[in-house]
């Protein structure tokens, strides 16, 4: 019988872990990987720090050199993106036309960038999910330059430090009346909002946009409330969605994809892993996404060992890290069910920790020039007794 072996289906993180593992364990059967995009797989957290500042090179963010793909036997099929999956052939069939067929399935295609749809179509508008969106965004960076950002969630604020670090003047849009508040709350919220303001940056919160004026180019967005504000340059960053149109009439929900801890789903043969997946959440019983680099990493693994017939573990909380004007931020757990939460330090000083709780009991942190309290952050929350019965609101 053919060995049609495994097939990865995007060039993100959690493919590349699921490829690593899947040799690593001592699978040796056919492995493909199709990415979308013509860059072997590379790290996404720079682009909107090291690279988009110019301090790191593009060939740095690979996160394997050519060579290793042919010595463990991965076929890299860049440039090519999945259109459709029949899960009756167990056959993928990408934007070449070529089927692909498998035994075993990894959807990882990852998120795409939310749009605002009066924004389309003007060339100095960008998003940042890829390197050759930082490479346009980065031409325009230039000192003196006035750049409109709209969305104050973490790859704006991101972009805004680095383009501050650029000398370029910079406006922060958002429509809540805090930064992320829906996740950490209207005072930390808040904190983050006035992080920016001492930096330089001008940040409308409370702003709706109502327009562009401009042809080729954006040339002045245009505020709700009739203030008008001129630009060189948009940012928009104003969320994902999973980039799983692809699977639609496959049975696998596009919302995000529905799998178990250790990433299989509905579907013989197909799991899921990473932005484009939603996993079983053992601690509050539910299925949701977790955009976030440790995660993905996780499931990809996770996902390689449970097609090889092995127990990956509990999966662990997720977390992330953020670096603003010289600052590392780092955050694990589940802050959005929180009721409640305890500030540690001193946020003036930009040198605190805070720790959420939900009936008392620890369920995510934030530490804020404390790198070395995130594991006791972790360990605490990990330690705690989860409210199994509690319902809490599914993550969309």
Do not use: F, I
């Given at each position: 019988m053919e060995d049609r072996g495994v097939l990865i289906v995007g060039g993100g993180l959690a493919a590349?872990?699921?490829?690593?593992?899947?040799?690593?364990?001592?699978?040796?059967?056919p492995l493909r990987m199709a990415c979308a995009e013509p860059e072997?797989?590379?790290?996404?957290?720079?682009?909107s720090k090291e690279l988009l500042a110019g301090a790191l090179a593009e060939e740095e963010l690979a996160y394997r050199p050519a060579w290793w793909y042919e010595e463990k036997g991965v076929e890299l099929l860049l440039g090519e993106r999945a259109e459709a999956l029949d899960p009756a052939t167990r056959t993928v069939r990408l934007s070449t036309g070529a089927e692909l067929p498998y035994e075993k399935l990894l959807i990882a295609?990852?998120?795409a960038a939310r749009g605002l749809p009066f924004l389309q179509g003007f060339d100095n508008v960008h998003v940042l999910r890829t390197v050759a969106d930082a490479r346009l965004l980065r031409e325009q960076l230039v000192p003196g330059a006035r750049l409109a950002i709209v969305g104050a969630g973490f790859i704006g604020q991101e972009v805004a430090a680095t383009a501050r670090r650029l000398d370029v003047e910079v406006t922060m849009i958002?429509?809540?009346?805090?930064?992320?508040?829906?996740i950490l709350g209207h005072e930390l919220g808040g904190w983050f909002a006035e992080l920016h303001l001492e930096e330089g940056v001008r940040v409308r919160t409370g702003a709706m946009?109502?327009?562009?004026?401009?042809?080729?180019?954006?040339?002045?967005?245009?505020?709700?409330?009739?203030?008008?504000?001129?630009?060189?340059?948009?940012?928009?960053?104003?969320?994902?969605?999973?980039?799983?149109?692809?699977l639609e009439g496959s049975g696998l929900d596009g919302a995000g994809?529905?799998?178990?801890?250790?990433?299989?789903?509905s579907l013989p043969g197909v799991f899921a892993a990473g932005d484009a997946s939603a996993p079983f959440d053992p601690r509050f019983g539910v299925?949701?996404?977790?955009?976030?680099?440790d995660a993905a990493a996780w499931q990809g693994a996770a996902a390689a060992r449970a097609m090889l017939g092995e127990y990956p573990g509990t999966p662990p909380l997720p977390s992330f890290w953020s670096d603003q004007y010289g600052l590392r931020i780092q955050y694990v757990g589940h802050a959005h069910h929180a009721d409640s939460v305890a500030i540690e330090g001193s946020p003036a000083e930009r040198d605190f920790e805070a720790l959420f709780s939900r009936g008392g009991v620890p369920v995510a942190g934030l530490a804020v020039g404390r790198p070395r309290a995130i594991p006791v952050l972790r360990k605490r929350i990990d330690e705690g007794r989860w409210p199994a019965k509690t319902k809490v609101k599914e993550a969309a």
């Open positions: 590349q872990r699921c490829a690593e593992t899947l040799r690593r364990r001592g699978y040796d059967g072997p797989p590379y790290d996404r957290p720079p682009l295609t990852g998120s958002e429509a809540l009346e805090v930064p992320l508040e829906p946009l109502d327009g562009a004026r401009g042809e080729d180019r954006v040339e002045e967005l245009v505020l709700a409330d009739g203030q008008k504000l001129a630009c060189d340059a948009v940012v928009v960053g104003v969320g994902t969605a999973p980039a799983t149109a692809w994809v529905r799998t178990d801890t250790s990433g299989r789903t299925h949701a996404r977790t955009e976030h680099w």
